[in-house]
């Protein structure tokens, strides 16, 4: 462990630490480029989300996607028990 250590030696660990380095930064300009594309399709998608309930809102219109409520059927005696115990 604390033997003599040769300039070869020495060169190659330079070396594989200097690739490590430049790998470390390929890979973080890859995570940043991917980061602003996912980051500009939520933006866009938040933006067109944003829209649609503007223009909704603007023609005093309720959203089509919503269904008129129907009757929901009567909770069953365990359910009742479970919710009335905590689970």
Known sequence: MFGLVT???LDQLRAD????V???KALQEELAYEWAKWFNKFRS????????EKSAADSGDEPASEAPEAPSAPPSLVGMRR???GF
């Open 7 to 9: 300039k070869r030696e």
């Open 17 to 20: 630490l200097v690739k490590d």
């Open 22 to 24: 430049r790998d470390g």
């Open 45 to 52: 998608l938040y933006a067109m989300l944003l829209k649609r």
């Open 83 to 85: 919710r009335l115990r």
